[in-house]
């Protein structure tokens, strides 16, 4: 596992086919993985229709990436021109850019316990930028190929980084990986086709659900719900899992696109965006309702109140979306 605190030059990736870093040492943070949830369950109900409220342009390249502040006064985008992008969240107005990747950004996570700001990309690169100073203060190396995804724990100083270079685990690049703060703490899908819980302290898969017949490129979790969805290729392609034990709930049907980015709000408002520009709303309990887009959609992610969905793809500009109220 990286150190934090260590040198920017640290190199050991952990042995789950995802990179591990952590401000503790292995022994504090085993005793700190211990948290649990109680089950609950949401029950069917109506949502508004969304709508779209505004369209950001600036990204010269496809929009890829995207994370909300814990403040939800601000949000960032990572794009195909290397640049990231900090956007007033209420306005849509530009506040700042940083440069420092010198391929595709493909994740950003926001920490709600330092005032840093993690990015990754196909460049092998993962950077910590320090948002007082707005300057990059740590590296961290262990990845062979392009970094596709990157997630910050909820509660522990621990972000897990994954990619094409595969240790032990997925047989094919990770696509996308979720944290939570209780077990299993980490959530993978992969273009092996599968998906797999891992046991964070014992750095081994808990559960591997092989419902999937084609790659795996998106992760949800569900705020409140001791669940998460995963989307593919083909049909039957976005599906509901139970925790802990990784359970098949149904499947979200009649959607026969790529998967390329799902959402969900504490409200049960689930947001699935293909690759051919397609875009559903669904009730998390599985109902759905349709959008158009013009262009493949890449990334969203809900703000912190659950009531803006914010956007990125191939036209190379930022959406947000929201509920309707009249």
């Known amino acids: 596992m990286w150190q934090f605190g260590q040198s920017a030059e640290s190199n050991n990736p952990a042995a789950f086919n995802t990179s591990v870093s952590t401000f503790t040492n292995a022994s504090t943070l085993s005793q700190a993985l211990t948290p649990h949830k109680t089950t609950r369950t949401v029950k069917p ?47 849509g107005e530009l506040r700042l850019s940083l440069t420092g990747h010198i391929s595709t950004l493909r994740g950003l996570a926001v920490s709600s316990r330092h005032p840093y700001l993690f990015s990754c990309g196909e460049d092998k690169m993962i950077k910590c930028w320090d948002l007082e100073a707005n300057k990059v203060i740590r590296h961290y190396h262990g990845h062979l190929s392009g970094v596709y995804a990157l997630s910050l724990h909820p509660t522990l100083d621990v972000l897990v980084t994954s990619g094409h270079h595969v240790l032990s685990g997925h047989t094919a690049t990770v696509a996308d990986v979720k944290c939570q703060d209780s077990d299993p703490q980490v959530i993978t899908g992969s273009m092996d086709s599968t998906v797999r819980l891992w046991d964070l302290a014992a750095d081994k898969t808990m559960v591997t659900p092989t419902h999937h017949k084609k790659s795996v490129r998106a992760l949800a979790i569900h705020p409140t719900e001791y669940s998460f969805a995963s989307g593919s290729a083909g049909g039957n392609n976005i599906k509901k899992w139970k925790y802990p034990e990784g359970a098949f709930v149904f ?18 408002v689930f947001f699935s965006g293909a690759d051919n520009g397609s875009m559903t709303f669904w009730d998390y309990a599985g109902a759905p309702g349709s959008l158009e887009a013009e262009a493949g959609i890449f990334c969203s992610i809900f703000d912190m109140t659950g009531t803006r969905l914010i956007t990125g793809g191939a036209d190379k500009t930022v959406k947000v979306y929201a509920e309707q109220t009249s």
């Open 45 to 91: 109900q109506y949502h508004a229709p969304w709508k779209l409220v505004r369209v950001i342009s600036g990204h010269p390249g496809r929009v890829r990436s995207v994370a909300v502040e814990p403040g939800n006064k601000w949000f960032a985008t990572g794009a195909g021109d290397r640049v990231i992008k900090i956007w007033n969240l209420a306005s």
């Open 251 to 268: 499947n979200f049907g009649g959607y026969n696109v790529i998967i390329n980015t799902l959402s969900v709000n504490s409200e049960g």
